[in-house]
């Protein structure tokens, strides 16, 4: 075989997500009243990279095999801090940046340390650290409100010479910055062995723990480039519990439809990302199509239970039935 | 090069676990520029050694040097730092990364901090052209590779870590014989670099073709070091075998001549592991099954247990064709199965649990009326059992993890008995325990047995098979290699058809001991 | 060595205190700390009608971790409780809507859309062998968007029938809440199974290890679909009683839910990873997060500080009890 087939191979979930956005995006621009306007493709971006921030953050959690339910709360609590923050001149705004990414790192390595040097399961671990970072989301946002560098926000969330949507750019940026060093790291590549097969990772002699420790804490990152992209578009913070829950939620239905295992060791956060971008536009084909919008929740409910029923089909294929408890 | 100048020494390692010795003052000298073989019966204390060699256990006592000067390694990474790579039976590969990404798992070409792709691609694909494997795509997923790839792959890996000295366990056992022939001229090649490599392998042609030098184990020491080449077939068998039985053994009766055939499999196949197997038990009857570890004997009585899907064939009860589908079909109704699994810590039992929990597991339908357990029934099985056993434990109600491997087989076999089983499959029940509660299985199973069971049982330890079985069925590859009745059943009958050598001329004189 | 010094100095003590994890002894010792700090804070605490009215409220909370314990037992999670719950009290209150037949079929209609769901959840996890975090998590939303579809987005108008309104609120015997009955009859129900019932050993040999029971003969499967089936169904009656408990059902009432009970159970010494815990241990649980938020609300602690200390405290109770081995 030729090298461009084992690259086809590798890539087949992300290409695979590709093509469901392309498709579906496709379907909702031919229907949208407005069209294939630079108008509705900015406005379609701007809440497909809130999704792909998270889906992101989710990716370099579950390639490790383990999981982060309080990647949603992580988002809402950034959100709420740099709409207090992101303010000012520039200076004050940069700084305010800095910290609103800061808390985003520090949050993730909690859970980290408390997931690998602590031993807990991802799961209940991210449930209750998901409590405490929405506790403080609501200490600082007891009702919505704030209010964020505008100039900042408007330039982040507008089209840069008319038709590119600037959120997009940011998104290819933090893909280069975060995404490719890290999954080019040696300690990426540990995350992707120690979600493979932790047992041969170790007989291998990978440095599991800092690889996963290295997943959460990014996962950290990139949940708050996500909140204070929320900012931009709100200008607000809000301590929501629902829309919190609800982003935890798509984002590991992004990530399924992104084609990445919730097994670990497989898949990439671009495919997470076009995962992102394709949950989003199906959610809003409803709108072009005009269903009733109550409708919503219940067909990315089944979306996202078709999504994770998929998974079960390599079971069918198991041949003796000891495996199934491994 | 030359002998007298030894790069690597064991003395005097000794390795115990728990109270099985593994290791009993074991001498081993490497020399560079040779390949050294090591034989031994399963159990000999082989694996033992190696992995003390590679840093995987550390020894009891003992000393090792390298160059001359005495080394001991914490771990793999350590033994890797000195030049010792083992390539070890299971297989270290993660199985969602690329070949290349494998081969330099541990220490990959960095540049500005992250891995060098193209340097990646260049080691993986000179270490696999080393290995002679250059038909491997490094950017293959290793998961996507058959087995014997796979084990190219391991070879390879290895090789990029640059070894001095190099342990090759059962490394050939996964692999096709054109690939075989193609390690064989690595391994020849690394030999004339100057690397030293020690060869474990069951497979004599393979031994007599490659080895410079070649020390047996037995019961934990080595017996015997000499000249590869220097020794028959015969001799070494002798030598692997040895002169020491340790076990008294039940009388045989063999089945009554009445009695009927209980269970039977007809052509059974499964995957690439069972090869069209045909066998019967008749009631009252014990059947071995022997062969070197892994030639399929598990995974036949997981099929007879229900557990596998996809199995091709006829499983006949009492003559009648029967489809099991799950281990509750096995042991419920009127098959009347029981397996007392491999591993008793994973398989067996529920170690957090209590002995009475234990107990009563697998016959809670015939304890309960109406799903409620009917504690006195419960209680009045159990202390027959205990008894019937002698499971020595502190009470009934303390967690299982908690007796010794001996006691907790017991209770492995006695939740069986509990069901009062027609056909009793055993997958090499003595592992681990001690001499007395071996013995006291032995009886047992006689008893069960005289008392009418169907009994197959499979054993890495050939004196259990001779002194327990009416017939052994020797398995190699997945299939039935040979059948043993009676006085047929020899040490070196057992050894020779596990080893697959064939002709009867290997047949000297040991016959009769039955 | 030290086993059988412990076994002898165990068998010289109470039965009761034998068995006691001390888990269920430090969860018990913290609701009598908790009642001690809030005397000093309020002389009210330690009073019959206040101690009365918390074990009122704990019992809603005490229906839903029950079946939350079952699930955790096999070394499962059902994430479904929020919209489980919410569902159970729609539904009950939709039936009601339907004529006096409505109103007689009300609470069985509304456990049985809880079965439902759980047995949704049962199947994903026992027959397709999704990770029951994931499935759960999906089957909630797909039961919010059918709520949300049924409701329309507002808080339905139907009320709870005067049933659900007794089973919550009333009182049988004097003095005695109903509720607080129904949850001592649901957890001596709980207590039988799983003491006394084949069911109860195989829950917790599955959650031990799957492995061993499988090969002991169990139907792994089965056991594990009727226990989320049972989740489903407890969750939802949970509901029914919160909704005659307000006498209405709301959007989102269940999601104060999930996080409490899951903390009951681990708090109350049940290993999350499964095969280990005792009810009682759930009931210390259940009272002690009731305790807490009461005391939190008192205070007028805002729900920002009782968030955050719900996280921290069951983090660190977990990082006490719950982690996993080290050995690698």
Known sequence: MKDWRYWLAEQRGTLFAFGIFIVMFAIYSANHPAGFTANVVQ?????????????????????????????????????????????????????????????????GAINGAIIIYGRLQP???????????FGLALLLRPVPGGSVNEDLADFLTGRFFGVVPASLVALLVVVLVVWVPFSRSEFGRA?????????????????????????????????????????????????????????????????????????????????????????????????????????????????????????????FRVRNRLEWFL | MDGAAPLFRMEGISKRYGGVRALEKADLTVTAGGIHAILGENGAGKSTLIKVMAGVVAPDEGTMTLDGHEVSFASPAAANQAGIVCIFQELSLIPELSVADNIVISDPPKRFGMIDRKAQRRIAEQALARAGASDIHPCALVKDLPLSRRQMVEIAKALARKPRILILDEATSALTAADVAKVFEVLKRLRSEGLALLYISHRMNEIAELADHCT????????????????????????????????????????????????????????????????????????????????????????????????????????????IASPTAASHGRIGMALIPEDRKTEGLMLPMTVRENLSF????????????????????????????????????????????????????????????????????????????????????????????????????????????????????????????????????????????????????????? | ??????????????????????????????????????????????????????????????????????????????????????????????????????????????????????IVNGIGVAYLRIPSMIITLATNAVAQGLMVVYTGGFSPQDSATAAMRYLATGFTIPGVPNAVIIWALIGAAMVFMLTRSSFGRAVYGIGNRERAAYLSGIDTRRIVLIAFAVSGGLSAFGGVLLAGYASKAAQSMGD???????????????SILGGRGSYLGTVAGVILITLLQSILSVMQMPEAGRQIIYGVVIVAMLLLYGRAPASR
């Open chain 1, 43 to 107: 406005t379609a971006a701007n809440k497909g990279v809130l999704l792909a921030f998270v889906a992101m953050a989710q990716t370099l959690v579950v390639i490790t095999a383990g999981i982060d339910l309080s990647v949603g709360m992580i988002f809402t609590l950034t959100n709420c801090m740099a709409s207090w923050l992101v303010i000012g001149t520039g200076l004050e705004t940069g700084f305010g940046v800095l910290a609103v990414l800061g808390t985003g790192l520090l949050c």
């Open chain 1, 191 to 315: 995350a992707y062995a120690a979600g493979s097969s932790e047992m041969a990772a170790y007989m291998s002699g990978v440095p599991i723990r800092r690889g996963k420790f290295l997943a959460y804490t990014l996962a950290g990152l990139l949940a708050a480039i996500g909140g204070l992209f929320l900012t931009f578009f709100t200008y607000t913070g809000e301590a929501a519990y629902a829309s919190g829950n609800a982003y935890t939620l798509f984002s590991i239905a992004a990530v399924v439809l992104g084609g990445v295992s919730l097994f670990g060791g497989k898949g990439s956060a671009i495919g997470a990302i076009f995962g992102a971008l394709a949950f989003r536009t199906i959610g809003d084909l409803l709108f072009v199509f005009d269903f009733d919008p109550l409708w919503q929740p219940l067909f990315q409910g089944v979306i996202l239970l078709i999504a994770v029923s998929l998974g079960a089909f390599a079971l």
């Open chain 1, 123 to 133: 799961i209940v671990a991210t449930i209750a650290t998901g409590a405490v970072f």
């Open chain 3, 256 to 270: 104060a839910y999930l996080l409490p009970s899951i903390a009951a159970v681990v708090l109350g010494g049940t």
């Open chain 3, 1 to 118: 060595m030290s086993e059988t010094t412990l076994g002898g100095l165990a068998g010289r003590m109470p039965k009761f205190l034998r068995r006691a994890d001390p888990a269920v002894v430090t969860a018990f010792a913290c609701i009598v700390l908790l009642l001690f700090l809030g005397s000093l804070y309020s002389r009210s605490f330690l009073s019959p009608e206040y101690l009365l009215q918390q074990l009122k409220v704990a019992s809603f909370l005490g229906v839903i971790a029950t079946g939350m314990m079952l699930v955790i037992l096999l070394g499962q999670i059902d994430l479904s409780v929020p919209w489980a719950v919410a569902a159970g009290a729609m539904m009950a209150c939709a039936a009601a809507a339907y004529g006096s037949a409505g109103v007689a079929l009300a609470i069985p209609f509304g456990v049985l859309c809880g079965v439902a769901i759980g």
């Open chain 2, 362 to 514: 697998a016959a809670l339908d015939r304890l309960s009326k109406a799903g409620i357990i009917d504690r006195v029934a419960e209680q009045r099985l159990i202390d027959d059992m205990v008894g019937l056993l002698a499971i020595k434990t502190a009470g009934l109600d303390i967690p299982v993890g908690a007796l010794s491997g001996g006691n907790q087989q017991k209770v492995v076999i006695a939740k069986w008995l509990m069901r009062q089983p027609r056909i009793i499959l055993l997958n090499d029940p003595t592992r681990g325990i001690d001499v007395g509660t071996k013995q006291e299985l032995y009886q047992l199973m006689r008893k069960l047995a005289d008392a009418g069971a169907a009994i197959l049982f499979y054993s890495t330890d050939y004196d259990e098979l001779i002194g327990c079985c009416d017939r052994v069925l020797v398995l190699y590859d997945g299939a039935v290699k040979r059948e043993l009745v009676g006085a047929e059943i020899t040490e070196h009958a057992l050894i020779a058809s596990a080893l697959n050598i064939h002709g009867d001329d290997n047949r000297i004189g040991l016959g009769g001991k039955a």
């Open chain 2, 216 to 323: 047996v184990f037995r019961n934990g020491r080595n017996v015997a070091s000499y000249p590869a080449g220097s020794k028959s077939d015969n001799e070494v068998v002798e030598l692997m075998i040895g002169r020491e039985y340790s076990h008294i053994f039940p009388p045989k009766p063999g089945p009554a001549p009445a009695a009927t055939t209980v269970l039977e499999a007809r052509k059974l196949s499964w995957a690439d592991r069972l090869d069209n197997i045909s066998l019967s038990v008749k009631a009252g009857e014990i059947v071995g099954l022997g062969g070197l570890d892994g030639q399929g004997q598990r995974e036949l009585l997981l099929a007879f247990f229900g557990v596998l899907r996809g199995i091709s064939g006829e499983i006949l009860i009492d003559g009648k064709p029967v489809s």
